[in-house]
């Protein structure tokens, strides 16, 4: 049986490609390079901001653009991802964010208004502690009693540089209007977690998805996986129907249907699962990326 036309890649991160320490393998770069050598775009699609991507993106040759946040912002990072990364990470209390290099940009931004997002926050606040942060123009920012639990708690992965750390979260959403592509937060219990949605369902003009079993994610409505792809297909000049997605969560599930051809790793969710047009034997701890792309490659 031949192989389809496949001319772009776009992968989820945090349970599809990267293992539960935030690795990418071995055996998934070298798939990622198969792919690049027969022409094949590759961007990342993550719910991630841009100052979270280090390895991810910087460890795989040839990536250029990347869909963040939930699809709220598409970046072309230039001649110089690392750089363009590098430039939306602040010191922790302290030092604010650079300048993009002059060839990185970010292609679209769909944000959601400051007054609606300093309502996301104030519904958040009463099922604390967790770690509430606001994703502004590809920076990831929290105040210091979010930070401090997330670090406590063992969630926080990711070196404390990569964030930058204010005194108020609403005072900084309504200094930035127009910047806000994405709030998440990570909840200590999963009853905490579903309170929050419930909290969530009833403010207008929100989309709100899962991105891991212990938080949510709240982008402008109409905004995820599935629509970023669309407007990064139109930029690229890329027919979605040529385009294989890989995903595993809730927030991949526009993503997979947005695509021609949908790949779900073995530890996706059902919904994604049913949506997929093949399922890997493997799950992200066993290099199910790599399967997924030779499978079409």
């Given at each position: 049986?031949?192989?389809?036309?496949?001319?772009?890649?776009?992968?989820?991160?945090?349970?599809?490609?990267?293992?539960?320490?935030?690795?990418?393998?071995?055996?998934?770069?070298?798939?990622?390079?198969?792919?690049?050598?027969?022409?094949?775009?590759?961007?990342?699609?993550?719910?991630?901001?841009?100052?979270?991507?280090?390895?991810?993106?910087?460890?795989?040759?040839?990536?250029?653009?990347?869909?963040?946040?939930?699809?709220?912002?598409?970046?072309?990072?230039?001649?110089?991802?690392?750089?363009?990364?590098?430039?939306?990470?602040?010191?922790?209390?302290?030092?604010?964010?650079?300048?993009?290099?002059?060839?990185?940009?970010?292609?679209?931004?769909?944000?959601?208004?400051?007054?609606?997002?300093?309502?996301?926050?104030?519904?958040?606040?009463?099922?604390?502690?967790?770690?509430?942060?606001?994703?502004?123009?590809?920076?990831?920012?929290?105040?210091?009693?979010?930070?401090?639990?997330?670090?406590?708690?063992?969630?926080?992965?990711?070196?404390?540089?990569?964030?930058?750390?204010?005194?108020?979260?609403?005072?900084?959403?309504?200094?930035?209007?127009?910047?806000?592509?994405?709030?998440?937060?990570?909840?200590?219990?999963?009853?905490?977690?579903?309170?929050?949605?419930?909290?969530?369902?009833?403010?207008?003009?929100?989309?709100?998805?899962?991105?891991?079993?212990?938080?949510?994610?709240?982008?402008?409505?109409?905004?995820?996986?599935?629509?970023?792809?669309?407007?990064?297909?139109?930029?690229?000049?890329?027919?979605?129907?040529?385009?294989?997605?890989?995903?595993?969560?809730?927030?991949?599930?526009?993503?997979?249907?947005?695509?021609?051809?949908?790949?779900?790793?073995?530890?996706?969710?059902?919904?994604?699962?049913?949506?997929a047009d093949y399922i890997s034997a493997a799950d992200n701890d066993h290099h199910a990326a790599a399967e997924?792309?030779?499978?079409?490659?």
């Amino acid at each position: 049986m031949s192989k389809p036309d496949i001319q772009l890649i776009v992968y989820d991160l945090d349970g599809t490609m990267l293992n539960h320490k935030s690795e990418i393998s071995q055996e998934n770069l070298a798939a990622l390079a198969e792919a690049r050598a027969k022409g094949i775009t590759l961007m990342p699609a993550t719910g991630r901001p841009l100052a979270s991507l280090t390895g991810t993106i910087l460890d795989v040759p040839g990536v250029r653009y990347v869909l963040t946040s939930n699809g709220a912002a598409i970046w072309d990072l230039g001649s110089d991802p690392a750089a363009a990364v590098y430039s939306r990470r602040g010191d922790v209390l302290g030092t604010p964010a650079g300048q993009l290099p002059p060839d990185a940009k970010c292609l679209a931004l769909s944000p959601l208004p400051s007054a609606t997002a300093i309502q996301v926050v104030e519904a958040l606040r009463p099922f604390g502690p967790g770690a509430l942060k606001v994703f502004v123009h590809g920076r990831m920012i929290y105040e210091q009693e979010s930070f401090d639990w997330e670090q406590i708690c063992g969630r926080f992965r990711a070196p404390a540089a990569r964030s930058t750390v204010v005194p108020s979260l609403t005072d900084y959403i309504a200094a930035h209007d127009g910047q806000v592509e994405k709030l998440c937060m990570f909840f200590a219990t999963d009853e905490n977690l579903q309170n929050a949605r419930k909290a969530l369902d009833k403010l207008p003009n929100i989309e709100v998805v899962q991105g891991a079993p212990d938080n949510l994610e709240i982008t402008a409505p109409g905004i995820d996986k599935g629509s970023g792809l669309h407007k990064a297909c139109a930029v690229m000049g890329i027919d979605p129907g040529s385009v294989l997605a890989m995903g595993d969560s809730e927030n991949d599930l526009a993503m997979l249907q947005e695509a021609g051809f949908a790949g779900v790793v073995a530890n996706g969710i059902p919904q994604a699962k049913a949506l997929a047009d093949y399922i890997s034997a493997a799950d992200n701890d066993h290099h199910a990326a790599a399967e997924i792309i030779r499978h079409y490659i």
